[in-house]
């Protein structure tokens, strides 16, 4: 039987509004940006799974639009990444990291400030052919006094990603 790890909405919500803070932060100081906006509450962007646009210039002079996705985390010490799979296990509906658009997704360690750049749709592609070696894991989020939706997900070990994954990195905000 899969086990549950009970997440409080206040708890995820907070999460996730942290590491956008400090991932938008760290992206505004750097000097090739030029923009950084944050269209979580675009319902044309969040159709597409991308959190933030991030404008820059490149060395060559020419501009770029960067698209990503923010998935903040609170448990570094397991060595791993929850890579969703199903939203809402009532709804059916697909994991965020399933069907993302973003060209990144920014993978956030929020206490130890550990971002890690995974490139999409390449990180996805690699998960898709390795699934099955990944243990399943569900959570549970209550959304009032009486109910809850359950997120299912694989547990994927960071250091594999690193080794077999072209184009990860991981920078210390």
Partial sequence: MATFRQYSM????????????DIEAYLRKLPQT??????????????KDIDLLWFLK?????FAAVTIEIKGDRYYH???YFLETVSNESKKSPGCFLYTEADFVFYYFVKEKELHILPMPGTREWFWLHLNQFREKRTSTPVSSS?????VGRLVPRELVLKEVPGVRIIKL
């Fill in 10 to 21: 206040q708890a995820a919500t907070a999460v996730a509004i942290q590491a956008a803070q």
């Fill in 78 to 80: 397991t060595g791993n």
């Fill in 34 to 47: 030029t923009d950084v906006i944050n269209v979580e509450n675009d319902l044309a962007y969040r159709t």
């Fill in 147 to 151: 109910a809850s939706y359950v997120t």
């Fill in 58 to 62: 490149r060395a060559n002079g020419s």
